[in-house]
């Protein structure tokens, strides 16, 4: 009778199981199996995409190393709200670890949400182009380096012609620059530049097929390096007072020549006459007049700008100067941010129009990345291709004379609250990063 029963329920526990597996197996759960006709659900793999990726990426995919799926875990982990090991655009505009801009430059597929192979697809990338970023630097660094001089004796026969200090250093100029310019053409990684890479709009230098010297649809760096040294202007010498603290002899001075002791008044004056902000004073600027004096003085924090509203973010300048000139800085994050108001106002009450909406200076989203606004900037006509360098423009009020503009506040005093108020005319929330005023006083003012 016993022996009976105990058959009895192994039977049942059999078709019980049996049951269970087909009924998972026929929701397509990893570990059961997939029926034929049927994909697995989401997050449990994704084969077609990632030989996809694998296709469009192939160097970054052969690279692939442990550190890079530890890093695309980690952020998987921390943006994947429901934990089923992808991320939607939603679930990273929800976690708040970047902006949500940020989740379409890491969606390499376009398909609206991130796996973790997508991920590590990434992390590879961008680690690869760190790599080959020290390796163009440690290269410049090696050329410029002085070469170790044979013995006495033999130097005589084997020593070549001197470098002119000069010419070794447009060379060291042009190798970085090839390196920085090889990470913005070449799209998939593979350290050269093919024909269908040779265009990139957001590249100043355009089309690269000069670049090609040897005509078989690809530019290697020794190529590209080869062509920058013929396009950049040819070096001259420094003006006389720069002359003498120019050490290394390369034709131009750096901070460590201009000063050797640096402190905030060395560094002030050092940055003044380096207008283009790159570290070191060229020929050029050195005949010219130093940069006039200027202060910037920031607003924290960021403020949300919520949709179809208004907000006002204050800043507080407690320093008693005369404007002599004023610009105004400005970082957003918001998609179509040309549907935005920007005004002024300053302590005396006096609104300056800085953004009317619906014009795009230069194509594409996000106009205001650390953009400046100027009555000086040179006039934009049409819409540009590409931001120019600086980024900046004018505000309306330059070109209608009866509206205020940022050179009537020229006179007034820097004390007091001063206020941007950003008017959003859509749908799209948006952050206000940052925004700050650049002071140049009345006696340093050109």
């Known amino acids: 009778m016993k022996l009976r029963r105990r ?6 526990i059999s078709a019980f ?4 597996a087909s009924d998972l197996s026929a929701q397509g759960v990893r570990g059961f199996g997939t029926p034929q006709g049927k994909l697995p659900p989401r997050g449990f793999g994704n084969p077609k995409g990632e030989e996809a990726l694998r296709q469009q990426f192939p160097v970054a995919a052969a690279s692939i190393i442990g550190e890079d799926r530890q890093q695309a875990q980690w952020q998987i982990d921390r943006t994947d ?3 089923d090991g992808i991320v939607t655009a939603a679930e990273w505009e929800r976690s708040g670890y970047q902006t949500p801009r940020h989740f379409f430059y890491h969606d390499l597929n376009g398909d609206g949400i991130l796996t973790h192979y997508e991920h590590t697809i990434g992390y590879a990338r961008w680690r690869r182009r760190n790599e080959l970023r020290a390796e163009a630097r440690e290269s410049a660094a090696r050329a410029s380096r002085p070469q170790k001089q044979p013995p006495e004796s033999t130097a005589a026969l084997q020593a070549p012609a001197a470098i002119d200090p000069q010419v070794a250093e447009r060379q060291r100029q042009a190798a970085g620059l090839a390196g920085y310019i090889m990470q913005v053409y070449d799209v998939n990684s593979n350290n050269v530049v093919e ?11 355009g089309n690269l097929a000069s670049a090609d010297q040897n005509g078989d649809g690809t530019i290697e760096r020794a190529e590209l390096t080869t062509w920058l040294q013929n396009r950049l202007p040819p070096l001259s010498k420094l003006a006389f007072g720069m002359q003498s603290r120019d050490a290394d002899n390369d034709g131009q001075v750096s901070l460590r020549e201009y000063s050797e002791q640096i402190s905030e008044t060395s560094l002030a004056e050092f940055n003044r006459w380096d207008r283009d902000g790159d570290g070191f004073i060229t020929p050029q600027e050195s005949r010219r007049q130093p940069q006039p004096q200027q202060n910037e003085y920031s607003s924290e924090p960021a403020l949300v700008i919520r949709p179809n509203g208004m907000v006002v973010a204050d800043l507080w300048i407690d ?5 002599g000139d004023l610009d105004v800085r400005i970082s957003i994050a918001k998609d179509n941010d040309n549907f935005m108001q920007l005004d002024l106002v300053a302590p005396n009450h006096r609104r300056v129009p800085l953004y009317d909406g619906g014009w795009l200076p230069w194509r594409g989203a996000y106009i205001f990345e650390n953009t400046l606004i ?14 120019p360098v600086p980024r ?21 005093s820097t004390r007091g609250t001063w206020r941007l108020v950003v008017r959003n005319q859509n749908d799209r929330v948006g952050i206000l990063n940052r925004w700050s005023l650049i002071v140049t006083p009345a006696e340093s003012a050109p």
């Open 7 to 12: 058959t009895i329920a192994v039977s049942v």
């Open 17 to 20: 199981a049996a049951f269970a």
């Open 81 to 83: 709200g429901n934990g």
């Open 195 to 205: 024909r269908s890479e040779f265009n990139n709009r957001y590249s100043s230098y």
């Open 319 to 323: 320093s008693e100067i005369e404007i």
């Open 374 to 387: 100027d009555d000086e900037a040179v006039p934009i006509k049409g819409t540009l291709k590409a931001p």
């Open 392 to 412: 900046a423009f004018r505000p309306p009020g330059v070109d209608d004379n009866e509206r205020s503009s940022l050179g009537d506040l020229r006179g007034a």
